[in-house]
Structures are given as C-alpha cells and as structure tokens.
C-alpha cells in the first residue's frame, strides 16, 4: 500500500515566493527522500533525510523529518519558474524498496 | 558516470498484443533494478525490482512480467496487453547494499526517462 501521501496536491505561487510541501507516512522508516517529476520525464532525486536527522539544506531546498509524527517537509526559498514540477515523496525501510506518495503539483508563475 | 536508458519512448498497442520494454543501464555494476507504472495524475506503484541476474520479485499481481536476463538490462514484458496496462513505465536503478539495509545505507533511486504506453 502506499505510504507517502504529499499535501498540498497543488501549489500555485509566483515567482520569488517559498514553496512549502508535506508528506505523511504510516510505518517506521530509515530515510526520507523527496524527488521531483518535470511533465512527462523521469524521476530526479533531490534530498534524502535519515530517521535520525531533524533538517538538512542543499541549495535552495530544505527538508525537515518529524519521526514523531511520521511526517516531512520540502521546502523551496525563492521559488523558480523552472521549479514547475510534480515532487514527490518516498520511504524508505529496512529493504531496497521506496514507497512514493502521490505528489504535489507545483505551479510557478512568473 | 552511471546512465539509464528506456525505449520505446512512446508505444501505441491494440488490446491483445504482446508488450517489451527494455531497460540498461551503464557506469555501474551489480545494480538493484525497479520498474515502477505511473497512471496518471498519480504516484509511482512498484511493479518489480531485482537484485540480481535472474531474481525477480513481483508486488502486485497483474498482467505482466518481469525479466533480468544481464547484470545491467531489466525487461518488462506482457503476452496479451490490457486497457489497464496503459500508464507511464519506468525504469530505475540503485546501488545495491547488504540484505538488510542500515539507517546510514544510502539508496537513492536513478530513473530512465520513462516510456509512454496507450493500448488502444
């Protein structure tokens, strides 16, 4: 069964605004990762939090992991109208598998 | 540095016909393969993944298959393909760990640009 299930399911802001994305799952996990989706391409990882990490930053992108409330955030600063994109996020246990949400659905404006 | 590769790009099939998708990837040995299906305006839903030559697990039952008949190249295949099987097929792999993975294993997963497939 799924576990990541992203809120919002879309986001539309304009340009130079931050964008904020959260992602829920049920079972205890070893990372988080979040990856993004342009329209009609491959998956491209973006960030991967482990279970005993609370934030980490890579560039303009900063991700936070609540185990406590089995939840996590993607946040973009200064968003881009080459951030339009579908983001994604995906647990990661004890296996070689990962479990995406649904997405959200980033609308940039410029 | 390591690449993934998928073809077609772009397939259009009548119900009933047979279905081969193709997967390879270069720059790295012994990979962990994926193939996921993406129906639209949806997430990814894990068909297959191998960890070797030959060993294939199946998530869901359905109407395909799976193949890794080399270390690097995954092939998803169908004998009579379904409306259903319509959806975005794609291909990943990732650096294969020990059985049981630790906190501070890192297994990122690396996707092929993906193949549209509309069974008609």
């Known amino acids: 069964s799924q576990q990541g299930e992203e809120d919002p399911q879309a986001l539309s802001i304009q340009e130079g605004e931050n964008a904020t994305m959260n992602c829920s799952y049920k079972t205890s996990i070893n990372n988080l990762q979040w990856y993004r989706q342009n329209s009609g391409r491959g998956l491209v990882h973006l960030i991967l939090?482990?279970?005993?990490?609370r934030e980490k930053h890579s560039g303009r992108l900063r991700v936070t992991l609540d185990t406590s409330k089995k939840s996590s955030s993607l946040l973009i600063t200064a968003s881009r109208a080459a951030d339009t994109a579908s983001y994604f996020c995906a647990s990661g246990g004890s296996n070689y598998k990962l479990t995406f949400g649904k997405g959200t659905l980033l609308t940039v404006n410029p | 540095s390591q690449t993934i590769h998928q073809w077609p790009a772009t397939l259009v099939q009548p119900v009933g016909s047979p279905l081969s998708l193709e997967c390879t990837v270069e720059g790295t040995s012994n990979p962990n393969l994926y193939w996921y299906r993406q129906a639209a305006g949806r997430g990814l839903q894990l068909l297959f993944y191998?960890?070797?030559?030959?060993?294939i697990s199946s998530e869901v039952p359905q109407n395909l298959s799976a193949s890794r008949p080399q270390d690097r190249q995954f092939i998803l295949s169908s004998k009579k393909l379904l409306l259903s099987d319509s959806g975005f097929y794609l291909c990943?792999?990732?650096?294969?760990?020990?059985?049981?993975?630790?906190?501070?294993?890192?297994?990122?997963?690396?996707f092929g640009p993906g193949t549209r497939l509309t069974v008609t």
């Open positions: 990943a792999w990732s650096v294969r760990h020990r059985q049981r993975l630790a906190i501070t294993d890192s297994y990122e997963q690396y």
């Open positions: 191998s960890v070797g030559i030959g060993q």
């Open positions: 939090i482990r279970s005993n990490e």
